[in-house]
């Protein structure tokens, strides 16, 4: 099914609410769309995105160099499209730019193949289960006042989610436990509680916030380390009980590889548009799978959504809106847990309107 149109534009999405993390802030979603039409009259849309620089870098990426490789093409050999890209961009992969420009055509190809069979992403993908647990992320800012973190986690509870996520990072580790400690004593032992320093610590200070964080029965201990320093990661998870989670700041198969070979993760992060699209975050995912690893991808839940029902090893979607503003409708969320959309495709229904609206280039 030859490929006769390819198209890639950035929108900006401004952000749904203020996102602080300790190193940084979500100041836009720049999101680059990918359509492509086929020969039978099929248009697959992707995208990727930034919280804020490097869009127009990718948009450059997919207009210079990919798109044009594609038109002609079968889009049913994915696998081939994708290594044909990678391989044409050489000398730029591994690289944040490349792979989000690589996942804004991988998902759109996979738009296709989902409406050419008539069928949801996540029974394509793999067809495991429908329905997946939601934790929260939209009540855990680094800015948020410790009262604010605790009316947040107990309206999720009440909500009936089975977990919430703080970011931490603050100056002085006595901060950060005196936010978690007040958010564990107000909802008790039943909701899952994680933590995320966003890649900001030392590895002595994160050994020591590890130590100080034990006694509240944390999830996970997200990106403690810069997200390169492997045996960093490695050396603190065996010191530590809490399960230490990576994977929103790598791009590539490999990538992860590494961090499992070596023991240095215990639950896996991948984000589908920064691991360069679903072809390669599902060999991630069956691979974490072979090292009896959980999946619970970073942020994208109207994607990742779908993926997480794919697969056995799927934990948990990010609960972090950001899309409402150009679909119509939005993720179904049924006491916690998130249903993957059944309609054929990629299950997220743009409302072009309002996509034209906000598109900058
Ligand atoms: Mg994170």
Known sequence: MRIIEADAYLVDIAVETVRTDAVQSFVKQETVFVDLVTEDGNRGTGYAYTIGTGGGSVLAMLRAHLLPRLIGADSRQIEHLWHDLFASTRSTTVGAITSLALAAVDTALWDLRCLRAGEPLWLVAGGFRREVPLYDTEGGWLHLSTEELVRGALAARAAGWPGVKLKVGKPRVEQDVERLRAVRDAVGSELEVMVDANQSLTAAEARRRAAAFEPLGLAWFEEPLPADDVSGHAVLARSTSIPIAVGESLYSVGQFRDYLHREAASIVQVDVA????????????????????????????????????????????????????????????????????????????????????????
């Not at 679909?327 to 054929?344: F, K, M, N, S, W």
């Open 274 to 361: 920064r691991v360069g699209g679903i072809t390669p975050w599902l060999k991630v995912a069956h691979l974490a799978e072979a090292f009896n690893v959980h999946v619970c991808p970073h942020f994208l839940m109207e994607l990742h959504v779908s993926l997480v029902a794919a697969i056995p090893n799927g934990r948990y979607v990010e609960h972090i809106p950001q899309l409402r503003a150009v679909t119509r409708g939005q993720l179904r969320v049924e006491d916690g847990r998130a249903i993957a959309p059944d309609e054929p495709g990629l299950g997220i229904s743009w409302d072009r309107d309002a996509v034209d609206d906000r598109r900058v280039a």
